[in-house]
């Protein structure tokens, strides 16, 4: 099945890699040009940093194993597209 999807309106691509207790994200626009610098971020200030610092326009995929669907539903209504993907293992 080929899936594709309008990234007209995306102008920012946000990476997380989510952890039970932090995550790792870093973020580039669309000439790859740094927009989020690499950082950690503990879980319990997770909520308030994506609300001050996601938006429509982002896309973004998380790696994650734990918190997926917490994590999902914190982000998804902030941004426009979201990707969860697990690395397996």
């Known amino acids: 099945m080929k899936f594709e999807k309008d990234t007209s309106g995306i102008e920012r691509h946000i990476a997380f890699d989510i952890h039970k207790g932090y995550a790792l994200v870093g973020g580039q626009d669309t000439r790859q040009e740094w927009v989020v610098h690499p950082r950690w971020i503990g879980m319990v200030k997770f909520c308030e940093w994506a609300a001050a610092n ?6 973004v995929v998380f790696e994650t194993r734990t918190n997926v ?8 209504p902030l941004v426009s597209y979201v990707v969860a993907a697990h690395a397996g293992g």
């Open 54 to 59: 996601l938006r429509v326009g982002d896309e």
């Open 69 to 76: 669907w917490d994590i999902y539903a914190i982000v998804a």
